[in-house]
């Protein structure tokens, strides 16, 4: 791996430490009593929103409150209570099976090493991860999309979206700035600022394209039917179509015709 240049560790830290200023009281936005609770909320969040895990778990926790009733339970009944969440079978499937090896393997106490927790069914090093610092408050990155995508426009990693891998994204992390002891800030902050800011600009943005969009396609419509009118048309009044139908385009842009 390349050594990581001052300049962007000094980056780094200028970035945590406007962050720290923005959510100064980060914390996991699943909810969760439990250590074995956190993991399964977190398998249930896969492809899905930590909104739609916490509308179903309470009902999940209340049928199944302890270890053993998740060990013992059936697939296909856990599956009724999180369906909305998708890919409900493999979830149900992993959640069981994580329960007994937790069990038979654990003594039903939740792993605080990345090695036993990734033989867990279902849970990755993103999991793995979360489960480190928010459960045991050790120092690691829950490297996820959002994760990859927002490091890579701070400047902090060179990966993207589409090309990074976690593992890659986790050592760039590593080398640029050694997470601190409140690890929790550093796992959920990527995420919150992704979803808060760069979510809401991303709706806003892809709204105001889609419109635009409409208007240019209708624009161009009619500079094609113009077009072929021309010959039959003076200059004059073929330049004031064309002159309308740049002011109906700059208006879906800017929402200000152009004069």
Known sequence: MARVSQ???KRAAEV????????????CALIYEKPHELLIATRLSAQCTDKRVNMVTPALFARYPTLEAFAAADVDEVGTYIHSCGFWRAKARDMVAAAKMLLSDYGGRVP??????LRLPGVGRKTANLIL????????????????????RLGLTA????EGRPSDEQADLTETQTPSASSSRWNTVPLTFSTLRFRMWGMALSGLLMRTFGYLLRAVR???????TRA?????????EFRAVSREAARAIVGVPLR
Do not use: W
């Open 7 to 9: 300049a962007k560790k």
């Open 232 to 240: 039959e048309r003076s200059d004059s009044s073929f330049t004031a």
């Open 222 to 228: 009619r500079y094609r039917f113009a077009s072929f």
């Open 133 to 152: 610092g928010d459960v045991y408050g050790q120092a690691g990155y829950v490297c996820d999309t959002h994760c990859i995508r927002i490091a890579g």
């Open 112 to 117: 605080d090493n990345m090695e036993d927790l």
């Open 159 to 162: 990966n993207t979206a589409r």
């Open 16 to 27: 945590i430490e406007l962050l720290r200023g923005e959510y100064p009281d980060v914390k």
